[in-house]
């Protein structure tokens, strides 16, 4: 079965950083493309950040370009997302999610979500 | 980025009902469209792929039809477990979603 679990999540100041994980099982992780999906509370969902099989390949939301990082360690089966500079707007749930092989966002996978609270 | 347009945002509806929830895209994605159901609480769960494709294991009473610009999904007969909010999201380029379409119960 596959599954997704999110961690990392947690009350942050403006301009501090955090680093969520998403540790996988259940399948072949070095051969799938990953994406970070946030939504904010009572809002819809927007796509963060993905990254390609080996890590060679990463793409951003243009609201995050520059402070957030996706990497990927596939010997520990995890996923992660370096988030620094963040902001009040940053608040959200952030879902790690999986594709088919290929790299498509489709995502027939989700984790549980993790929640990030910017505040003073 | 492409722009996802869904219509109506929310909607009132009865066990029983057939409901329809459309999704525009901002230029042509081919059938590059998803449709999820997201729950309170929950993460998202894909309903339907490439704008007509039934995921495994999601029932038949959804459909999605559509191309280009113009997506639609239906749900024949409402169910207690159908009221939900749904996402269209198109995956032909960076990925964006649409606004959603709360479904509640009349």
């Known amino acids: 079965e596959v599954q997704l679990v999110e961690s990392g999540g947690g009350l942050v100041q403006p301009g501090g950083s955090l680093r969520l994980s998403c540790t996988a099982s259940g399948f072949t992780f070095s051969s799938y493309w990953m994406d970070w999906v946030r939504q904010a509370p009572g809002k819809g969902l927007v796509w963060v950040s993905r990254?390609?099989?080996?890590?060679?390949?990463?793409e951003y939301a243009d609201s995050v370009k520059g402070r957030f990082t996706i990497s990927r360690d596939n010997a520990k089966n995890t996923l992660y997302l370096q988030m620094n500079s963040l902001r009040a707007e940053d608040t959200a749930v952030f879902y790690c999610a999986r594709g088919p092989q290929g790299g498509s966002s489709t995502w027939g996978y989700w984790g549980q979500g993790t929640l990030v609270t910017v505040s003073s | 980025d492409i722009q996802m347009t869904q219509s109506p945002s929310s909607l009132s509806a009865s066990v029983g009902d057939r409901v329809t929830i459309t999704c525009r895209a901002s230029?042509?994605?081919?059938?590059?469209l998803n449709w999820y159901q997201q729950k309170p609480g929950k993460a998202p769960n894909l309903l339907i792929y490439?704008?007509?494709t039934l995921q495994s294991g999601v029932p038949s009473r959804f459909s999605g039809s559509g191309s280009g610009t113009d997506f639609t999904l239906t749900i024949s007969s409402m169910q207690p477990e159908d009221f939900a909010t749904y996402y269209c999201?198109?995956?032909?380029?960076?990925?964006?979603f649409g606004q959603g379409a709360k479904v509640e119960i009349k």
């Open positions: 490439a704008a007509s």
């Open positions: 999201q198109q995956s032909y380029t960076t990925p964006t």
């Open positions: 230029q042509s994605i081919s059938i590059y």
């Open positions: 990254i390609n099989t080996d890590g060679s390949i990463t």
